[in-house]
């Protein structure tokens, strides 16, 4: 069960990461990357970030950039969130397929 200090980090860190997220794919026309959630550990050292990414082809692709540039997009966060949080925890990033495993299911009712 996550507690109230949980949910509140892990919405300020949604919220933030999904603007740092969108600065950097402006760059990148057609790209469309979404933060669906931010789940952080109970000794808020880590956050587990899932990612929608459209179009779902280059998925694994941006996914793969992102986890390199971890660090700098931490950094990023940090120095925006450096009076709310004594701490900023590590960025963990996943891919949220749930809404191409809808599509499958839509498709497959169809």
Do not use: C, W
């Not at 950097?24 to 000794?43: E, M």
């Not at 925890?89 to 996943?94: A, D, K, N, Q, R």
């Amino acid at each position: 069960m996550e507690t109230t200090r949980q949910s509140k980090i892990g919405r300020l860190l949604q919220k933030e990461l999904s603007e740092e997220l969108r600065l950097q794919t402006s760059k990148t026309h057609g790209v469309l990357i979404s933060v669906s959630a931010v789940r952080v550990s109970p000794d808020l050292g880590i956050a587990k970030a899932y990612l929608s990414i459209f179009p779902s082809d280059k998925a694994q692709e941006i996914l793969q950039n992102l986890q390199k540039n971890t660090k700098e997009i931490r950094y990023a966060i940090a120095q925006k969130v450096r009076f709310q949080l004594r701490k900023m925890p590590e960025l963990v990033f996943y891919l949220d397929d749930s809404l191409d495993y809808i599509e499958k299911i839509d498709s497959l009712l169809k």
